[in-house]
């Protein structure tokens, strides 16, 4: 007889020899403690309570905590870090969780045996690309160190001078979402990127005058981890981006452009993590007249 675990290594039920019992999940709060209890609710164990952590002492007891790596719902996840790419791809999004213009898509990843594996990235005037009628005009490669972080970034959104901020983007994206050809791709820099190597954890906050304040967090995988996490994504201007590489692998992105860079149109907020300064002491020496 033994435990079953899913694929997140969470263990969910008992398996006997001759059959499986269902199980349900018992968080027994005690103290400081919060202890998982698994009992069977048929089988040979019966109603018997297995304590998880009965060999631990008191002190320790206190300072333990649990984790259920799958509580939480998604909007929870989208702002704590534990939502995966897969699960903000289309509509798989509800509508009141999403940020207006971003655009989160699949991208399949071929492996090629005793070879490597093969990807695209967009083609113009097909798929989401299509859809949307975006296609960069400069397109560039970055790589990240391991442990390394970038942004926030930002662009800045082109507004018509015949009308406000807020009601050209409530146009944009709330009254007439679907006209695309509104959208002034060749005024204002749009991003469409791609991940090619890594882990990225992508931070996404909507900046926009007269929008929600909604904000993305989730964790992207470059086409050497191929899977549902391989995606494509769409920043709009306005939208603050930040990247994070999370694995012990540099992060190689792709990305391109819907306009020419152009350095007045690349803002900053909360950047400081691109600057990181020496030691305080060797601050001093170095200033030292």
């Not at 160190?145 to 800045?156: E, L, N, V």
């Not at 695309?180 to 749009?190: C, K, M």
Request: net charge negative; hydrophobic share 40%.
């Amino acid at each position: 007889m033994g435990w079953i675990f899913n694929l997140e290594g969470v263990a969910y039920g008992w398996q006997a020899r001759s059959h499986a019992s269902t199980a349900r999940k018992l968080i027994i709060e005690r103290g400081g403690l919060q202890d998982s209890v698994f009992r069977p609710s048929c089988g040979r164990m019966g109603n018997t309570n297995l304590d998880l952590w009965k060999g631990l002492g008191e002190e320790a007891k206190k300072a333990l905590a649990t984790r259920d790596y799958n509580s939480g719902d998604l909007k929870e996840k989208l702002h704590s870090g534990r939502a995966d790419a897969r699960e903000v791809v289309g509509d798989a999004l509800p509508p009141e969780l999403r940020i207006p213009g971003v655009e989160v898509f699949h991208r399949r990843v071929y492996q090629q045996r005793y070879r490597g594996y093969f990807a695209e990235f967009a083609r113009e005037g097909e798929g989401l690309a299509g859809k949307i009628g975006m296609w960069p005009n400069q397109w560039a490669t970055a790589l990240m160190f391991a442990g390394t972080s970038k942004g926030f970034h930002i662009h800045p959104p082109a507004i018509p001078a015949d009308t406000t901020p807020e009601a050209w983007f409530q146009r944009l994206f709330v009254t007439e979402p679907e006209n695309y050809a509104l959208r002034p791709y060749d005024q204002e820099q749009w991003d469409m990127m791609f991940f090619i190597q890594g882990q990225a954890e992508m931070f996404l906050v909507d900046e926009r005058a007269g929008m929600p304040r909604r904000k993305m967090r989730f964790i992207i995988e470059g086409d050497d981890m191929p899977g549902p996490n391989n995606v494509g994504v769409v920043i709009p201007a306005g939208v603050a981006h930040a990247i994070r590489c999370v694995s012990s692998k540099d992060l190689i992105m792709v990305y391109g452009t819907s306009t020419r860079f152009i350095p007045e149109n690349e803002g900053r907020i909360e950047h400081a993590i691109e600057t990181p300064t020496a030691p305080p002491d060797w601050e001093t020496y170095w200033n030292r007249s």
